[in-house]
């Protein structure tokens, strides 16, 4: 990895779809919570940058039990702001690179290995799995060409990395932030993010072969 | 030019130094009262000078070594010396009793004052707001980066281009956490973002 690559985690929403009560951080992934898998697979990481809003106290102590070192980055707004503005709080003030990696999402570790080792920006993305997706259009190299609420040929998942000074001020989605640079470098991986009951209950198989 | 501005007791200090005072000195009731306004249930300034005036009487010198022996983090103190234009200790407490402490570090230092007359101190005569502190130094044209722990650092944090709470010590006190842009939970992850700041 880049020794320049922050890592930002946005753990700072309600996760009201979910419909577990708890921010999606928290929730148990066969005995370990998600906060504490993504810990684990960023281990070799030296700026590890949590940004917590909804529920902070619970989010900060489960951190604390294995990344003491990691600084927590208040998204204050987390109500009216989505995780888009929580990647530019979390992206300002860290290294040159800040790598975006959304608290309700689950990627394969060797493909986070894979991800971790790759320079400059760029974008990964999934096959299709999810309920309530975000599509990306990608060229014949799979580089990203474009998003879509619509159709496109894979799915939306993030992590991303961009330089900080490209990560903006703005109330949306992470996507939003990445559309003024498209096309970009792009990268199929294995990926889930866990927005409805449905995303949880088909993760909790799926992570049973990794 | 960017501004670093330490709180001092808890922040830069492995412990507060009003109790330490107390229990070297053996005055009592010190140790509650510091709890309780760290907790912001007395208000700072009213503690503050219910808390002097309990020490009045010990000698100014000695209670300045004892705070000059006073451990404080090591790579935060490394940091201040290597920036000490750049930083700067704002503090509640008395510049008559920090003056060893402070020079330790190098860098500006500001502070509530007191008279003193045959190392003693007759009264009390500036309590420092520190708030004015980032207010004088916004105004001058700096970045102000300002790292707290406590309720009499709340409204500094507020108006600072960027608040780090540190839980160095104990627990940032829930208003500190309410304003703060960052939590940082031992001096590692405070120095590595302080100079992110740089």
């Known amino acids: 990895m880049q020794a320049v690559t922050s890592v930002v985690i946005s753990c700072a929403g309600i996760g009201s779809r979910l419909g577990l009560g708890m921010t999606k951080a928290l929730i148990d992934i066969h005995g370990k919570s998600m906060i504490q898998r993504q810990l684990e697979m960023f281990e070799s990481v030296e700026d590890i940058r949590v940004v917590v809003g909804f529920g902070s106290a619970k989010v900060i102590e489960e951190v604390r039990k294995y990344r003491s070192d990691a600084v927590f980055v208040f998204n204050h707004e987390y109500f009216t702001t989505k995780t888009g503005y929580s990647y530019y709080l979390g992206a300002r003030d860290g290294n040159a690179l800040a790598l975006e990696y959304d608290g309700d999402l689950l990627v394969h570790p060797e493909d986070m290995e894979r991800l971790l080792r790759m320079e400059g920006e760029w974008i990964a993305y999934a096959d299709k799995a999810s309920e309530d997706a975000v599509y990306v259009q990608v060229d014949a190299a799979g580089n990203v060409l474009g998003f879509s609420r619509e159709d496109g040929d894979f799915e939306w998942t993030g992590p991303c990395c961009m330089k900080k000074e490209h990560v903006k001020p703005l109330a949306g989605n992470v996507y939003s932030q990445l559309e003024p640079y498209l096309p970009m470098k792009g990268i199929k991986i294995r990926a889930y993010d866990i927005d409805t009951y449905a995303d949880y209950q088909h993760v909790l198989e799926v992570v049973k072969d990794w | ?198």
């Open chain 2, 1 to 198: 030019m960017t501004k670093f501005l330490f709180d001092l007791d808890g922040t830069i200090t492995k412990q507060e130094t009003l109790p330490l005072i107390a229990k070297a000195f053996g005055v009592e009731a010190i140790e509650g009262l510091t709890k309780e306004t760290i907790a912001g249930n007395v208000p700072f300034v009213e503690s503050f000078i219910r808390r002097v005036h309990l020490l009045k009487d010990l000698p100014v010198d000695e209670v300045s070594c004892l705070l000059g022996t006073v451990e404080i983090y090591p790579l935060l103190a490394t940091f201040i010396r290597a920036h000490k234009e750049a930083c700067g200790i704002v503090t509640g407490n008395l510049s008559c009793w920090i003056g060893l402490l402070v020079q330790k570090l190098g860098c500006a230092c500001y502070a509530s004052e007191a008279v003193v007359e045959n190392q003693r101190i007759q009264k009390l005569s500036a309590i420092l707001r520190k708030e004015n502190v980032v207010q004088q130094l916004k105004e001058e044209g700096h970045r102000v980066i300002f790292i707290g722990d406590g309720n009499n650092d709340v409204e500094a944090m507020r108006i600072a281009d960027r608040s780090i709470a540190a839980a160095l010590t104990h627990s940032p006190a829930a208003g500190v956490l309410s304003v703060a842009d960052y939590l940082v939970l031992n001096e590692v992850a405070l120095c590595r973002q302080l100079h992110q700041l740089l």
